[in-house]
């Protein structure tokens, strides 16, 4: 939850601004029911939040475009880009997922906690003493400062109300674009957390495997929303930038620098294959854990040992342990 005019100097998403404008023009908007869009409003769903940004790109002016959905915005911009993939230039997915927290399996346990979340957001968003809003707080941010807790503990109330608060969480908890993500036509990067608190890492590495040919960047924090100071923060604009605007390759002869495993020598895909490869784990459990069919890694398995001139795994495992990889 947003609001445009509030979160300009705050330290949570300043550099979110700042860094994503350097060499490109932001066009950011508060969700219905949220910061300076209409508070009093009937609907909270996927049609109405998907009508929403497409009433912004028209009243932009926007015919190309890249389009950025961090968390729940991750499946509203996959359905706007499987809905209109000849505007989509780019769809970029940060601590996004298929299915919210009601559509997934969850424990008797996870269920109470999910629904209590909501109650929280009914009794306790609107009050002065943020004790409850702290809860968010700590969710979104646990490495996050005194400053960046307080500022987002405030950020909630100003943002919305307690009622839309907790429609809108509900909505969002019943997200399912389980047989929409599979249409994504346009060229996909995912970016997760490795200890996202709010949305687990695994939502995301499922989200990335079921996208044709998307691919998956783990980042290395506990934040949802990563902060500035986070080797994390560089490593997301970096591959960013990498994805929007790629540098052409060096000409090379070696087909592998033990030094520099990048994606000249191997793809994304192969690369969080081979590094599951150095961790132990076999095609089965790789597959499993990638959402792909087995076939499909023995395929990638392959060009990874073609790619790095080796014969077997334990050669491969060598190879990869040398740049880092699986230690």
């Known amino acids: 939850m947003t609001h445009l005019d509030y979160d300009y100097d705050s330290p949570v998403w300043h550099h979110w601004l700042r860094d994503l404008s350097r060499e490109n023009t932001l066009v950011r908007y508060d969700q219905r029911g949220c910061g300076l869009s209409d508070r009093n409003v009937k609907e909270f769903s996927m049609e109405a939040w998907i009508n ?15 389009l950025l959905g961090p968390s729940q915005g991750g499946a509203v911009a996959i359905n706007y880009a499987v809905r209109y993939p000849e505007k989509v230039t780019h769809l970029i997915l940060y601590g996004s997922y298929i299915r919210g927290r009601f559509r997934r399996k969850l424990t008797k346990e996870q ?26 707080s700590t969710l979104f941010m646990p490495e996050g ?4 807790i307080k500022w987002f503990n405030d950020l909630q109330r100003i943002s919305t109300s307690p009622e839309n608060a907790a429609r809108i969480e509900r909505a969002v ?20 957390s490795r200890g996202d ?11 990335a ?37 790629p540098k ?6 070696a087909k592998y620098l033990p030094t ?22 076999n095609n089965a459990q790789i597959a499993q854990r990638l959402f792909i069919a087995s076939k499909t890694v023995r395929n990638h398995i392959t060009n990874i040992y073609s790619k790095l001139n080796v014969a077997n795994r334990a050669q491969a495992i060598v190879k990869a342990r040398e740049a880092g990889l699986g230690i």
């Open 111 to 136: 269920r109470i906690e999910a629904n209590s979340l909501i109650d929280l957001m009914q009794v306790g968003w609107g009050k002065d003493n943020p004790a409850f809003r702290q809860v968010f």
């Open 173 to 192: 908890y019943n997200i399912d674009i389980s047989d929409v993500v599979s249409k994504v036509s346009v060229p996909t990067m995912v970016l997760h």
């Open 145 to 148: 400062t005194e400053d960046q």
């Open 209 to 245: 495997g079921l996208i044709p040919n998307a691919i998956f960047v783990p980042l290395q924090s506990k934040n949802h929303l990563i902060l500035e100071f986070e080797p994390a923060w560089q490593h997301f604009l970096n591959a960013l930038k990498g994805f929007i605007k």
């Open 197 to 207: 608190a709010m949305i687990p890492f695994e939502e995301g590495r499922r989200l």
């Open 260 to 281: 520099s495993m990048t994606e000249q020598d191997l793809t994304s895909r192969e690369m969080e294959i081979l590094e599951l490869i150095a961790r132990g784990l």
């Open 248 to 253: 052409k390759p060096k000409p090379s002869s």
């Open 52 to 66: 929403d940004l497409d009433a912004v790109v028209n009243a932009q002016g926007l015919e190309r475009f890249a």
